[in-house]
């Protein structure tokens, strides 16, 4: 059974960071394209990132290139999200998404 748990997200200044984590059971995660997207209120779900299985692919959205860092350590079994200058239009939740199966999402807010 495939599980995709995220954590990590928090409320957070402008100008601030934060680190998410996506740890995957029920699949062999080395195999696998990780994504990470995200969904503000009112709005559709978005790709911010996605990183090939082995980390030599990686793409990011437009909104957050030079911000935000994908990675991933599939010892582990787990996708990250580094991102750094958070914006209050960062304000979303974000999910991390392989294949067919989703998260259930971790709320990341962005305010002073």
């Known amino acids: 059974q495939v599980q995709l748990v995220e954590s990590g997200g928090g409320l957070v200044q402008p100008g601030g960071s934060l680190r998410l984590s996506c740890a995957a059971s029920g699949f062999t995660f080395s195999r696998f394209i990780m994504r990470w997207y995200r969904q503000a209120p009112g709005k559709e779900r978005e790709l911010v990132a996605d990183i090939s299985s082995y980390g030599g692919r990686i793409n990011y959205a437009a909104s957050v290139k030079g911000r935000f860092t994908i990675s991933r350590d599939n010892a582990k079994n787990t996708v990250y999200l580094q991102m750094n200058s958070l914006k209050p239009e960062d304000t979303a939740v974000y999910y991390c998404?392989?294949?067919?199966?989703w998260g259930q999402g971790t709320q990341v807010t962005v305010s002073s």
């Open positions: 998404h392989v294949g067919s199966y």
